[in-house]
């Protein structure tokens, strides 16, 4: 597989630490001379400039939220003038106010350098055909893609999102031989495809980029052998620049993070103390050089760990493993941690398909944290024979055992008891008065 | 003779039952046969039907988690011993039965039993050899 920046991507430690220090302090220098938002955080804080002389020394920044970045919509944490922005995005703002991200001309350099080196570690080269299925526009995925894929001088098809029949009928004829869009929408396109007919068996696409939303290693395994391609994660958020901050590369096993321009750390996010290599807890990002939007140690909300361990690819970035889940969702019961994302693991796999399924969490009478799931019956987990359905119930209440170490009552509920808002389903009902 | 009994899951709440019953009643569908296997939190109702291709697609139109399933109608004389005969039969051979239910209907002379076996053409064969009548509906 192509690395795209042997020299970046497989550095010394040591030398990428030298340059994350510099690129750390200029940060720092950056955001305290032109925001005035950052200068009262940092003087609140007793933190200046000159307080950063080792890579430890991040620690002592302050935290940045997306609270804040809504507070300060549209331009309150611009880093630059006005006049050295070429383009601005925005998060979708489900919820009120969107986040905005604002790019100089050379953020979008940067953008299409790390971009490169994340579709590089598809197999993305030069003579390849990208068809780009992220959507184009505020959302940051379309011209992000783009740009990684102008880098590298392969041919991009830019159709967007949507419209299935059109995307397969442009796979089949273009000869298609990397995709990007949401692995979800993988999924349909495969479904889309047996219905047109089209075998991807005979199609000459061999990998995909997903991302933008959160997906298992089980629906790793289902994209790969519906679509015949290799699958990989991609790891981005438009607070930081959108995809790009970290990526898989042929080994999936965690995501290459982009160290020398994003700056992790994994932080509990109850104490906002730094975590060790290995431990779980909330991604923090501080980016190194950022001129229009630059954050100092962002709260993704997002839970992971680091893996410092060397690659076999050969790159010498630290990776972070898929994500485990949101701190949003983050459930604690009987003080164990666990997250959606590993109950979804275990009903992938029993069945090949996901169930739609809710967790009640309670308090029993024992005072102790009860926790039942309920799962939709769908005609796939139905049989006629009790016994098998009680069977199924066992199943799924063991494996949950062995992986969350927690004794979950299993409920078996008939399709669409569970009830979806806006057509996702409310995963976690926590009935407990804490 | 395979008959298509229809199964559906259902959750131990009242009225559901009201709700299955109703619905078919409403399409014309008649019932020959039902059966509940029942568990602390669900149930698994089965029944023969006159229309099972037409009942299954209403179900599941509905919402309903339903299927068609094989099974075997077998038709004994009604009185004692008839029953037992079979069992015995199905013991000796070595035919492993999954559940049984009896029909609704009251035919002179007659009864239906409804058997679910592992391997439904072993079943079969094993009747017809001893002289059983299966029937494909009834
Ligand atoms: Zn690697």
Redesign the pocket.
């Given at each position: 597989m192509p690395i795209w920046n042997r020299e970046a991507e497989c550095a010394a430690p040591a030398a990428r630490q030298k340059l994350q220090l510099e690129r750390l302090q200029k940060a720092v220098e950056r955001v305290y001379s032109r925001v005035p938002f950052y200068r009262q955080k940092l003087d609140q804080a007793g933190v200046t400039p000159d307080s950063i002389s080792s890579l430890k020394d991040v620690a002592k920044l302050p935290f940045t939220t997306k609270y804040e970045l809504r507070e300060t919509y549209p331009y309150g944490l611009l880093a630059c003038d006005r006049s050295e922005l070429v383009e601005i995005h925005t998060s979708s703002g489900t919820t009120g106010t969107p986040v905005v991200g604002a790019y100089t001309e050379a953020d979008i350099d940067m953008w299409s350098e790390v971009m490169a080196r994340t579709l590089s570690m598809a197999g993305c080269e030069k003579g390849d055909t990208v068809q780009n299925g992220y959507g184009y526009g505020l959302f940051t995925g379309g011209l992000g893609v783009h740009y990684g894929a102008r880098r590298i001088g392969a041919n991009i098809i830019p159709i967007s999102a949507g419209n299935t029949r059109r995307q397969l009928m442009i796979m089949r004829d273009f000869g298609t031989t990397l995709l990007t869009c949401t692995p979800s929408y993988s999924l349909f396109l495969a479904e889309a495809a047996l219905e047109e007919g089209i075998d991807f068996r005979e199609l000459p696409l061999k990998a995909g980029c997903f991302g933008a939303e959160p997906w298992s290693e089980n629906m790793r395994i289902e994209i790969e052998s519906k679509l015949n391609i290799n699958a990989h994660d991609i790891y981005g958020l438009t607070e930081l620049i959108g995809p790009g901050v970290a990526a898989e590369?042929?080994?999936k096993?965690g995501l290459?993070f982009n160290e020398d321009y994003f700056y992790p750390e994994i932080i509990n996010p109850e104490t906002g103390e730094v975590l060790a290599d290995g431990e779980k807890g909330e991604l923090i990002i501080t980016s190194l050089e950022r001129e229009g939007s630059p954050l100092l140690r962002y709260r993704t909300r997002d839970i992971t760990f680091l893996m410092r361990e060397p690659?076999?690819?050969g790159?010498t970035s630290v990776r972070i493993h898929r994500l485990l889940g949101r701190t949003d969702d983050m459930m604690i019961i009987r003080g164990v941690n666990c997250f959606p994302s590993q109950i979804e693991n275990v009903l992938m796999r029993i069945e090949g398909t996901q169930p739609h399924y809710q967790i009640v969490i309670d308090r029993g009478a024992t005072h102790l944290d009860e926790i039942e799931i309920q799962v939709e019956v769908e005609e796939a987990l139905f049989s006629d024979v009790t016994r098998a359905m009680e069977q199924l119930r066992k199943r799924i209440h063991d494996e949950l055992k062995s992986e969350l170490g927690i004794s979950a009552h299993i409920k078996l509920v008939e399709p669409r008891t569970i009830a979806r808002s806006e057509g996702k389903a409310q995963r976690i009902i926590d009935k407990r008065s804490l | 003779m395979i008959i298509k009994q229809i199964s559906i899951f259902m959750e131990n709440t009242s009225g559901r039952l009201a709700d299955v019953t109703a619905l078919l009643a409403r399409a014309g569908i008649n019932l020959r046969a039902i059966s509940i296997a029942d568990t602390t939190d669900f149930g698994i109702l089965r029944m023969v039907a006159d229309q099972p291709d037409e009942a299954v697609k209403l179900l599941r139109e509905s919402g309903f988690t339903a299927r068609e399933t094989d099974v075997i109608g077998v038709e004994v004389p009604d009185h004692p011993g008839e029953l037992a005969r079979i069992m015995a039969l199905f013991r000796d051979e070595g035919v492993s039965i999954e559940y049984l239910y009896a029909s609704l209907e009251h035919k002179v002379d007659k009864a239906v039993i409804v058997i679910k076996v592992d391997d439904i053409s072993a079943g079969l064969a094993m009747l017809e050899k001893h002289g059983f009548a299966t029937i494909p509906s009834f």
């Open positions: 590369c042929e080994c096993d290459h690659c076999s690819c790159r | -």
